[in-house]
């Protein structure tokens, strides 16, 4: 166990639709990142926030959007669904706020298996 | 744009062989991360490489971050099953975080 946890663990949904995915970080850590994993493939970095800010930003979509609040945890909000949006989302939590900076390791959540059919 | 690509992608052993996973990036990394993702799991972080040309090892793998900062390598001795799955290496570029594209290992007992 990571100490990250993420709900749900699975989404069922419709193309054209918006869902929110919930993460909350190891106590601790002020940094959350947000990642798409597509079936069989690699880990697409989406977004990073710390303590409350956005950090730095990857190959997000603008129909996707992110926020951490004051307690820490994120929320991932992906609106407008279509049918290659179904992937696992990861969360991942680290202290610092540089991601790969030295010993800044990253704990990852169970992640959130969204299909949009 | 950044790029870290590995290979082999897929590689399948027998038990008790050897097996190795190259990461290679297109721009200079200050560090390399490694994570194991088992089937149906998710990512758990294994070693950090900091400085140029550093070995680093646990047990039956070694890693090695390359001279120029530019590649890395994982190797495993003897593979056991209990290594099943994708070997991910990563770093830092431009303020982001740039996964490799994983080598699936799979073990036959």
């Known amino acids: 166990d990571s100490g990250v946890t993420q709900t749900p663990k699975h989404l069922i949904t419709a193309t054209g639709q918006r869902v929110t995915l919930r993460c909350s970080p190891r106590s601790g850590d002020l940094s959350v990142y947000w990642y798409q994993q597509s079936l069989d493939q690699g880990l697409q970095f989406l977004i990073q926030?710390?303590?409350?800010?956005?950090?730095a930003k990857g190959n997000i979509l603008e129909r996707f959007s992110a926020q951490q609040f004051p307690d820490l945890h994120s929320e991932l909000n992906l609106s407008s669904l279509e049918l290659g949006d179904s992937a696992l989302y990861f969360c991942a939590s680290s202290v610092g706020i540089q991601p790969g900076s030295s010993y800044n390791e990253q704990f990852f959540g169970p992640g959130t298996r969204l299909t949009v059919l | 744009g950044q790029q870290v690509m590995q290979i082999p992608q897929y590689q399948h052993v027998q038990e008790g062989e050897d097996f190795t996973t190259y990461c290679n990036s297109s721009t200079t990394l200050s560090n390399i991360q490694w994570y194991k993702q088992r089937p149906g799991g998710h990512p758990v972080f294994l070693i950090q490489l900091v400085k140029s040309g550093e070995v680093k090892k646990q047990k039956r793998l070694t890693f090695q971050f390359g001279e120029a900062k530019k590649n890395s390598s994982l190797h495993i001795t003897a593979t056991q099953t209990t290594d099943v799955g994708t070997y991910f290496c990563?770093?830092?570029?431009?303020?982001?975080?740039?996964f490799g594209s994983g080598t699936k290992l799979n073990v036959k007992p």
């Open positions: 926030y710390y303590n409350g800010e956005e950090r």
């Open positions: 990563a770093g830092p570029a431009f303020n982001k975080f740039y």
